[in-house]
Nanobody, 120 residues
């Protein structure tokens, strides 16, 4: 799980952008991002599957973009037009050879999160 530690969080004004990242595992692994806000359920946000197809939660579709750079060995989540309700701890998750469309909230392994705070 240490290899999944997310970095790049911080505090930003509403409407701003952040990019968070974690180490990418082999291309045979599905990877994704989840978040957890105080008092709320864990929420799957985005996933990238073997073959590079992607999935997004409705709450972030059109604002967040997941990508992986295999040469650099990193998984990214570009977050644009951030809203105060995006404030949460964001974590990277991974699952070996999952089916395309599997929600990232069900992936088996995750790492230390990074805090994202969006101020109104």
């Amino acid at each position: 799980q240490g290899q999944l530690a997310a970095t790049g969080g911080g505090s930003v004004q509403a409407g701003g952008s952040l990019r968070i990242s974690c180490a990418a595992w082999s291309v045979n692994h599905c990877m994704g991002w989840i978040r957890r806000a105080p008092g709320k359920e864990r929420e799957g946000l985005a996933a990238i599957y073997v073959g590079s197809s992607t999935w997004y939660a409705d709450s972030v579709k059109g604002r967040f973009t997941i990508s992986r750079d295999n040469a650099e060995g990193k998984l990214f989540l570009q977050m644009d037009n951030l809203k105060p309700e995006d404030t949460a701890m964001y974590s990277c998750v991974v699952q070996f050879q999952c089916r395309t469309g599997t929600p990232p909230s069900s992936f088996g392994s995750w790492g230390q999160g990074t805090q994202v705070t969006v101020n109104s």
